[in-house]
């Protein structure tokens, strides 16, 4: 859909569209508030900007709406099959190995335990062993430090999500 399109829309229809590029409500109710927006510029950076001022709560619960990694038969059916707003993300992990899904499948226990929250990563590009060597990575990080990281890679993901909305 266009700009001129969802800045036509009525406020709720507006709100179903937004919670599909980010699933936190305070960000989707902050987001309705600024339509209709002039341009994608400013889309976007509004959606920043309320991104940065929302709490380490909200941030958690736009987390809490992506696929979870640690269960090996899901994480092959997401990395096999393709939709129209996680393609990109998907298809450079088509074929990976038994044993980095399972090495993923543990890494996302222990990060989870250890913060509280799913690994997030904007995995656009990137191939399940990068993910892996991400999530590795960012296991020593301190509980301060992580949910500013998971909190970027968020803001990535949905800028991401909303340029597919305006293309589709």
Known sequence: ?????????????VAEALSKCCGAAAWVE???AV??????????AQAS??????????????FTHHPKIGDINSL???????????????????HTSEAVLEALAAG???YEE????????????????EMLALLQARLPNEPEQEIHVAMR???KITEIRLKKLLAA
């Open 30 to 32: 902050a987001m309705v």
């Open 108 to 110: 996302n226990a222990q």
């Open 153 to 155: 890679e968020q803001e």
């Open 76 to 94: 092959k059916e997401k990395f096999a099959s393709t939709s129209t707003w996680a393609a990109g993300e998907q298809a450079a992990v088509q």
């Open 114 to 129: 250890k913060f509280g929250y799913i690994f997030i990563v904007c995995a656009t590009g990137k191939s399940a062993e």
């Open 49 to 62: 900007s309320i991104w940065h001022r929302l709490t380490p709560g909200d941030w958690r619960e736009a």
């Open 35 to 44: 339509f209709p927006v002039a341009d994608e510029k400013t889309l976007l």
């Open 1 to 13: 859909m266009t700009l001129s399109e969802l800045n036509s829309l009525f406020k709720p229809v």
